[in-house]
């Protein structure tokens, strides 16, 4: 017997596309989430797992557990290939899927701004196995310092560098020097950490670039502060196996690329080209319906929004809001309705930089900086982040961190091994025939 | 400047070797403590990660974190290639390691006994690495099965056969039924559990052969109460990709073959041939040193140590005695003192087989079964875990699990996607043009 409900299928189970099912639970109508994974990615936190902090079981969630409340909603984990908008079927790897109503939510990807070698030898930070395998290099490259008697190369393994000034950079810089100047200082006692280095490339002349000038300056000060080196108005040439050009023709020696600059919509194939915006992202009306396709909406990451003549930038509070106006809109649809216009209601925005040391812009007016910044930051996360066990062990790994200075997940596990073998080729092994500190 | 003291080489870091080290924290000598890893494994609750309880980072520790404190001990993470005897030189991938005593902790690893197809189509749990490619694989296919329209192929799905009815195949039997039966019924509301079979092929009259013949009765018929079906007296023959034949004949059709039947030492190789005995280990002398080489030991599965004239099982507490026997007698030897022999204290054994039943054999004397073996093992697993914020998460998702019968961890990672391609060979997708229950 099918079913003769009107059917919602939501492609991406991201803050938009989850927040989308959970408001629909009590729509009339048959609800279809299809994700490539079969876990929500709690993404503020990615950088977390990169450098240490959690393992990557703490920010993620199982969605059919999530679901298993929604009576009305069922999940598919499959990869969508292409989109039918005319007959209205999705295509996925698995199943051809119909239907009546259509959420894509799809988010974004690396762009990696044309630049080359940035694909093959920088490592991005977007998905939860970017993190693992970011992750599991920095810890192979400091233990492979520890063992290397060529103080050049030695230095290469030792030299990390970010590119992308933003907030995933920052964040990412300062839990990084955290991590090497705090916890691994203790794992490798004699190795000199003055030869380590933190490079981070930003294009503008300042970090932050959504932030007030005086916060993107702080968090700069504060960076500088901690050990990272900044190169400001500049940006990468070319990312070659063991070092990285920058436009000034500076050339750093590195085995460790860290791309954290750019992102573009993450479009799904379909039959017609849908028109786009900047960053490749989906042109929507102000109900978030796609042109052409009222049965269609885009939210997050992959649609381009404006409020009061500006983009969104593509934030997490963004995409929830959206997800749940889009669950309005279609519970109107289904009663013969028409679909009202979003408006953000921006509560504001919020980056960690390191220990004690964050900003804030609350509801596009206030800035904040510093411990209370920092507290905010944490006390949003920690709230936001679905489940329970999730937020206990998260709280635990941070109050962890803040007392012993110690980072829980320091394990390099074997199953990761493809990811470690462009640090293979970027040192390749010389077989020493005795070294005075082995295991140092 | 070289140090004149004696250098003391442990390779392994299991229990037997990690032992050694921590009993020698107060030797006047060198130690370097070798591992393929950078982490230990607390092996015992491997099961419990392949069958979702708790997260990989939680049964494992990184090794330097625990010799941080251990100043006369440091690790190096390589793989041992070779070793030579006479020089009293270690090989490895990274470095060549000199040694004036060696201690050989190098563990077991799966015996396939010959059986046609094992190595290939079968997966094994012996590292944390088998682990979780068993639980990617147990979530994979319950999923699958989900959208599989054909009966048949639902039902290889859903066949779970476990090869070896030891303390690892019973174990992972009653966690595995649970998991199906309980958490996962729930994700997949849909799915008609009674296609789902467990079967354990068992090559003995009954289960837990190294435990009384009364206890190794019970843990079979609280399996069989649970859903699990045992075949007694039973090999396999041959296992091949989608299917497994018995020796009797009977063919049984399953995308997930678990292969915990058979350990064999895990042997260095050496300049010279060592002496071994049954599996592949090591013959030692009373004192656990190795036939001809008074400076080097073996401990722990990869040696060959008999008590009363019988040898020993290769447990955790056999391996952790024998680690402080050697610190002890390295100690000795390093005054000038001659070992002593090993003498094993066998406090007992324990297996779990599911919520409320255990077995114990206390003492090699007192048999104990039910709820108090079942707590027992708990406490005791409890209390032997390194780390208390590991020691804190096991406890945490033991009663999670006792209250809610909720599994915490089931995303399925796509960092692990190679240990799904063979499940892909079993089930080559067919693109079903429509499905009544996408998601189910």
Redesign the interface.
Not at 74 to 77: E, G, I, S, T
Not at 93 to 98: E, G, K, N
């Given at each position: 017997m099918?079913s003769q409900k009107s059917k919602i299928v939501v492609v991406g189970a991201g803050f938009a596309g989850l927040r989308t099912v959970l408001n629909l639970a009590r729509a009339n109508a048959d609800i279809?989430?299809?994700d490539?994974?079969?876990?929500h990615t709690f993404v503020p936190l990615l950088y977390q797992v990169a450098s240490g902090f959690i393992?990557?079981?703490t920010i993620?969630?199982?969605l059919?557990?999530i679901l298993?409340n929604i009576t009305n909603a069922?999940?598919?984990?499959a990869e969508v290939k292409s989109i039918n908008f005319a007959a209205k079927i999705i295509q996925t790897?698995?199943?051809?899927?119909?239907y009546d109503y259509l959420v894509l939510a799809t988010g974004s990807q690396t762009k990696f701004l044309g630049v080359d070698g940035a694909p093959e030898y920088s490592l991005p930070l977007r998905?939860?196995?970017d993190a693992?395998?970011l992750r599991d290099r920095i810890?192979t490259n400091v233990?492979k310092a520890a063992?290397e008697s060529d103080a050049e190369r030695r230095q290469q393994l030792l030299t990390f560098v970010i590119v992308g000034g933003g907030a995933t950079g920052v964040e990412l810089a300062g839990a990084l020097i955290e991590l090497i100047t705090e916890t691994l200082a203790?794992?490798?006692?004699r190795l000199d950490l003055r030869s380590m280095r933190l490079i981070l490339i930003n294009s503008g002349e300042r970090l932050l670039a959504t932030f007030p000038e005086d916060l993107g300056e702080y968090a700069g000060r504060q960076l500088r502060r901690r050990g990272v080196k900044i190169h400001y108005s500049t940006r990468v040439s070319c990312v070659m196996p063991g070092a990285v050009e920058l436009d000034d023709g500076t050339m750093i020696e590195t085995a460790n690329v860290i791309w954290a600059a750019g992102v573009e919509a993450n479009l799904p194939n379909g039959d017609s080209q849908l028109p786009t915006a900047k960053q490749d992202r989906i042109c929507v009306h102000s109900t978030l319906q796609i042109l052409e396709h009222p049965e269609v909406y885009a939210v997050g990451d992959v649609a381009y929004v404006k409020q009061d003549g500006e983009p969104l930038i593509g934030v997490a509070p963004e995409a929830l809001q959206q997800g749940t106006a889009v669950a309005k809109n279609l519970t109107r649809q289904l009663r013969g309705l028409s679909p009202q216009p979003f408006d953000y209601f921006n509560k504001g925005t919020a980056a960690i930089i390191a220990r004690n040391a964050g900003v804030a812009y609350l509801f596009g007016r206030i800035p904040l900086k510093g411990f209370f910044a920092w507290l905010l930051w944490l006390s949003i996360h920690l709230y936001y982040l679905p489940g329970d066990?999730n937020r206990?062990?998260l709280l635990?790994s941070w109050i962890?961190d803040y007392i012993f200075k110690?980072r829980?997940?320091?394990?390099?596990?074997?199953?990761?091994e493809?990811?470690l073998s462009n640090v293979q080729d970027v040192n390749s092994?010389r077989?020493?025939?005795?070294?005075?500190?082995?295991?140092?």
């Open positions: 099918r279809l989430l299809i490539r994974q079969n876990y393992a990557p079981e993620s969630y199982p059919r557990r298993r069922r999940f598919l984990q790897d698995r199943v051809v899927v119909p998905t939860l196995a693992v395998k810890l233990d063992c203790k794992d490798y006692p066990a206990f062990a635990f962890r110690e829980r997940v320091r394990q390099i596990f074997a199953f990761h493809a990811s092994h077989l020493q025939s005795h070294i005075q500190n082995p295991g140092d």
